[in-house]
C-alpha cells in the first residue's frame, strides 16, 4: 500500500481526549471512513474482567465516538460490536471495561455479536487457511457486509502470534467462538481475516491504545506498563508493524505482517511508512513474547508433542475441558493470586485513576 501513513502521539491523562481527535484529524480519517456509509466500531475483549492494557480502553473508546459524534457521524449509522469466545462474555465484558456507560452517554448501543444474524460467505479471492480450518463454510455477521470499520485494539503481545493489534482485532469478530481452531496457523488465518476485510469493508481504519501496553504472557496475563502513546493509521499492517517496532521487535520477522506485506495487504517495513507526530526512531519499550500456561498447553496439543491428542482433546465433545480449564487458571488461579497486585499497582495511577472515574 504505498503512501502508508502512521501517526503516533504522545498523550497523558489530562489530554488523552483531545489528543485522540488530534491524532484522527492529523491522518485526515475522514480519507478513509465516511460520514454517509454505516461504521462498525470493532472493540476489543480479550477478558470479560478488566485488566489493564488488555481491552479497549475506556478513553479510547470515548475519545473515537465523541470525535466521530462532534464531526457530523449520525449516531444510527454506528454500530459498536464485539464478539465472544469460549472464555470471554461480550455483555458483561462491556459492563466491566466501562464501555456500556461510555455508550449510554453518547446514544449509542451494543451489539454483541452472538446475539447477531451470522451468515455464509463466499470469498472471492483464495484464502491461505481458513477454507480448509471450516470446510462446510465461513460464516460472518451479517451486519459486517458493506460496512466500513474501526478497530480499537491495545498495543500488546500475545503468546500465539507474537504481537497483537489491528490486524488481529478482525479475528475477534470475523470468525465464531470456535475461531480457537485457527490458533495452529495463526499467522496465515490473520493474513486471511485481511484479505476478507478488503472484501467485506469499503473503509478500513484503526485506532490503537498504548497509554497502558502489556508486556508478556498476553493476551491476559501480562504485565502493564505505562507508555503514554496513541497510534492511528487506515493501514493495519503499517500500525501493527510500528507498533512492533515501538516494542522492541523486527516487525519482518513476525509472520504475519511479513505474509501481509507479501500478499499486498498493507506494508510491513518500517522504512516505507511515514510517521506523522512523534519521533520514535529511537523508541524501543524491550518488550518480551512470553507464553501463559493456557497458550503453552494450547500449543502442545496443536504442534507440539501432545499433538497426536489434539482431535480428542479439542476438536470433540471432549472440548468442554479447554475453556474450563481457560477459565479456573485465568479466574480463579492468577487473577487473584498474581494479576490482582498488578491491578492494586495500577489503580494508583494516573490511567488507574481515570479509570476508576467512568
Not at 184 to 209: F, N, R, S, T, W
Not at 305 to 327: C, G, Q
Request: aromatic fraction near 10%.
Amino acid at each position: 500500500m504505498p503512501g502508508s501513513k502512521v501517526v503516533v502521539l504522545k498523550t497523558s491523562t489530562d489530554s488523552v481526549l483531545e489528543d485522540y481527535q488530534k491524532l484522527l484529524h492529523l491522518l485526515d480519517y475522514s480519507k478513509y471512513i465516511s460520514r454517509e456509509k454505516d461504521t462498525l466500531i470493532k472493540l476489543n475483549l480479550s477478558w470479560t474482567k478488566y485488566f489493564p492494557a488488555c481491552s479497549t480502553q475506556p478513553w479510547q473508546l470515548e475519545s473515537v465516538v465523541k470525535t466521530l459524534i462532534e464531526d457530523g457521524f449520525e449516531r444510527k449509522r454506528l454500530f459498536p460490536v464485539e464478539n465472544k469466545t469460549v472464555v470471554t462474555d461480550p455483555v458483561k465484558g462491556a459492563e466491566n471495561n466501562r464501555w456500556t456507560s461510555i455508550l449510554e452517554k453518547y446514544g449509542l448501543k451494543f451489539n454483541p455479536l452472538p446475539e447477531a444474524e451470522w451468515v455464509k460467505y463466499e470469498f472471492k479471492e483464495k484464502l491461505l487457511r481458513l477454507n480448509q480450518i471450516f470446510p462446510e463454510g465461513i460464516e460472518i455477521p451479517k451486519i459486517y457486509i458493506g460496512k466500513q470499520i474501526i478497530h480499537l485494539p491495545t498495543l500488546k503481545t500475545h503468546g500465539h502470534s507474537v504481537t497483537t493489534g489491528a490486524v488481529k482485532n478482525a479475528f475477534g469478530g470475523l470468525l465464531k467462538e470456535v475461531r480457537h481452531y485457527a490458533h495452529k496457523y495463526i499467522h496465515e488465518v490473520l493474513v486471511d481475516l485481511m484479505i476478507m476485510q478488503k472484501e467485506l469493508h469499503p473503509g478500513i481504519l484503526a485506532v490503537m491504545d498504548g497509554t497502558v501496553c502489556g508486556d508478556g504472557a498476553g493476551p491476559r496475563t501480562m504485565q502493564p506498563v505505562i507508555k503514554n502513546y496513541i497510534l492511528a493509521s487506515n493501514d493495519s499492517v503499517a500500525l501493527d508493524a510500528i507498533a512492533a517496532k515501538m516494542m522492541g521487535f523486527d516487525p519482518l520477522q513476525i509472520p504475519y505482517i511479513r505474509l501481509c506485506q507479501e500478499k499486498g495487504l498493507g506494508v510491513s517495513n518500517p522504512k516505507d511508512i511515514e510517521i506523522i507526530g512523534e519521533d520514535i526512531s529511537s523508541v524501543n519499550f524491550g518488550f518480551k513474547t512470553r507464553k501463559s500456561f493456557v497458550i503453552w498447553g494450547d500449543q502442545m496439543l496443536r504442534l507440539g508433542p501432545l499433538r497426536f491428542l489434539e482431535k480428542v482433546a479439542l476438536k470433540s465433545p471432549l472440548v468442554f475441558w479447554a475453556p474450563m480449564a481457560s477459565n479456573l487458571y485465568h479466574d480463579y488461579f492468577w487473577y487473584p493470586l498474581i494479576g490482582r497486585a498488578r491491578i492494586n499497582r495500577f489503580r494508583k495511577t494516573e490511567w488507574g485513576k481515570l479509570f476508576e472515574r467512568y
